[in-house]
């Protein structure tokens, strides 16, 4: 009798099991369907790449993607609609940058630069001196002032071509066009050019943000990135002629701080309304292309999952909500203000997702989680296969939503194939003719399914107790 019982209750539960895993499928077939078929998220990256274009911070451009974005989140029918003021860096670009290699003969070959965001600007004359190239800060740190001073610092270490994972080929290099400026600082160089980071040979440069860290404003060297066929160029001219020099002009400025927002958009949960999933990316972008693929795709596919569970009618049982961070390039002041806003509140975010690395077909998910969380998500990878989905690893998540970091919730980023990213990341050719319809659909299609089943299943909420500490 009472194994009949235990027998029943097995074949209850796996009956329910296999109905909801059957659901599961069922509503994710959907989300495609409804993404691939009637989308909205393209024509939403028409308008802000086309009709806006690029958005830095504190731009005017930057204003009116709040608008139109807070319009378009309000016709969704959401529960609501706001936005969330932030103050922001105000950095504007100038005149266009102009710059030249000049052998000892005196001959002049004109190259492609363009200032790094927070740079200060040249002289306005510009800048000239000989150069000297080097691959890495312990290089520089090994010629030292009596090599450096007065002159113009080349960093030239490409992106490793090996690495499969482009980010971590960027990952690899990106200290330079950062820290290039500080450290050349240090041995008196009066200026810095970077080779772009970039994984092709073109010619055009890569802008991206620097820092002076705490130098003084007397101390601040202008820095700007080269492209890389000229940063190949200036590499060969040197080594043929160890005497030639660089000349560059540009006029860039840091403004005052200005008043901008986060925009923000939420359908309440039925069930458990104070769990709080969100989905975002981020809404300024820098000034050189439209930033359709950083971070306009990421934008629209997050605006698309909250519109695909109205188009669908799916009830969430808990808060959905879509968040278009502002400033993520040079200064991520609307991620920290959101998690700050959300600890204030008392919040509990038990999932974020980011999409920021491109509109490129998705491969999968990169997860910043407790193990016990890591093993459900791994669950649901079956789910994702039909659509080619099979990337689900550990790692990190997006900038914007790793401030909301907890014990017990779980960020993650949607992984787009990453292998032309780096031909259009930061430059003048990020533009809408770059993102191709279905891959930016489908990008939507899969973080609307992972969203669908963490608002199912919801969090562990109990850290897994291997990974805690006695
Ligand atoms: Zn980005």
């Avoid at 943000?209 to 160029?233: F, H, V």
Wanted: glycine share 8%; net charge negative; hydrophobic share 35%.
């Amino acid at each position: 009798m009472k194994l009949s019982r235990t027998l029943l209750l097995v074949f209850v539960i796996s009956a329910i099991l296999q109905f909801q895993a059957q659901t599961d499928e069922a509503v994710i077939k959907d989300i495609y369907k409804t993404s691939l078929t009637n989308g909205n998220s393209y024509q939403w990256l028409d308008y802000l790449s086309n009709q806006i274009g690029g958005r830095l911070s504190g731009s005017y451009n930057a204003e009116l993607a709040v608008n139109y974005t807070k319009t378009e989140l309000e016709k969704l029918g959401l529960t609501k609609v706001w936005l969330q003021p932030v103050m922001v860096p105000k950095w504007v670009r100038g005149a266009k940058e102009y710059a030249y290699i000049e052998s000892s003969e005196g001959k002049t070959t004109t190259v492609n630069i363009c200032a790094l965001g927070g740079s200060v600007a040249t002289p306005g004359i510009g800048v000239k001196a000989e150069v000297v190239e080097v691959k890495s800060f312990e290089e520089l740190a090994t010629l030292g002032e009596a090599n450096i001073k007065g002159k113009i610092v080349f960093y030239n270490r490409p992106m490793q071509a090996d690495l499969i994972q482009t980010f971590q080929a960027y990952g690899g290099c990106v200290n330079q066009r950062y820290k290039g400026a500080v450290e050349a600082a240090k041995y008196g160089a009066t200026g810095v050019i970077v080779r772009s980071m970039n994984l092709r040979l073109d010619d055009l440069p890569h802008t991206g943000s620097m820092t002076y860290e705490d130098l003084p404003n007397d101390k601040r060297i202008p820095s700007a990135a080269i492209s890389t066929n000229d940063a190949e160029l200036l590499s060969s001219m040197l080594k043929l002629d160890t005497g030639a020099k660089f000349y560059f002009r540009q006029h860039c400025k840091q403004l005052k701080d200005v008043q901008s927002y986060n925009v923000i958009g939420e359908i309440k949960g039925s069930e458990y309304p104070d769990e709080i999933i969100t989905v975002g990316g981020h809404l300024d972008s820098w000034d050189l292309g439209d930033g359709s693929h950083d971070d306009g795709a990421g934008v629209v596919q997050s605006m698309e999952v909250l519109r695909l569970f109205k188009v669908l009618n799916i009830t969430p049982k808990r808060t959905i909500r879509v968040v278009l961070f502002m400033n993520e390039e040079n200064g991520l002041r609307g991620g920290k203000k959101y998690a700050e806003e959300a600890k204030t509140k008392g919040e509990n975010h038990i999932f974020a997702l980011e999409s920021d690395a491109g509109g490129f077909t998705p491969r999968g998910f990169s997860f910043d989680c407790n193990e016990a969380n890591f093993n459900q998500v791994l669950s649901w990878k079956p789910l994702f296969k039909p659509y080619l989905i099979h990337y689900f690893e550990k790692g990190g998540s997006g900038a914007d939503v790793g401030p909301l970091k907890s014990e017990t919730n779980v960020l993650a980023g949607l992984r787009p194939d990453s292998q032309r990213y780096f031909d259009h990341h930061h430059a003048s050719n990020d533009t809408f003719d770059a993102v191709n319809k279905r891959e930016l659909e489908l990008g939507a299609a899969t973080m609307t399914a992972l969203v669908y089943l963490y608002d199912t299943y919801g969090v562990n909420p109990i850290p897994n107790p291997s990974t805690l500490k006695d």
